[in-house]
């Protein structure tokens, strides 16, 4: 599936998952990115819409 065919909350989930990868293994850049996308999903659960910000708070608090 093409990521257009994907619903929301699909994407959500997706983009979540490469952040955990990218955030694993450091590359905080990639991780912030892809954490931003969760976010900004339609579609997104609270849950992970949340997880997600509680996410890019701990990365930028690693980069001060």
Same mark, same amino acid.
């Given at each position: &599936?093409? !990521? =257009?065919? +994907? &619903?929301?909350?699909?994407? @959500? /989930? %997706?983009?979540? @998952?490469? #952040?955990? /990868?990218?955030? *694993?293994?450091?590359?905080? $850049?990639? #991780?912030?990115?892809?954490?931003? !996308?969760?976010?900004? $999903? =339609? $579609? *997104?659960? %609270?849950?992970?819409?949340? $997880? #997600?910000? &509680? #996410?890019?708070? %701990? /990365? !930028? &608090? +690693? +980069?001060?």
């Amino acid at each position: &599936k093409s !990521k =257009d065919s +994907l &619903k929301s909350y699909d994407r @959500s /989930i %997706l983009w979540s @998952s490469w #952040a955990y /990868i990218y955030f *694993v293994e450091k590359n905080w $850049e990639s #991780a912030i990115y892809m954490y931003d !996308k969760v976010i900004s $999903e =339609d $579609e *997104v659960t %609270l849950p992970v819409r949340n $997880e #997600a910000i &509680k #996410a890019c708070n %701990l /990365i !930028k &608090k +690693l +980069l001060e």
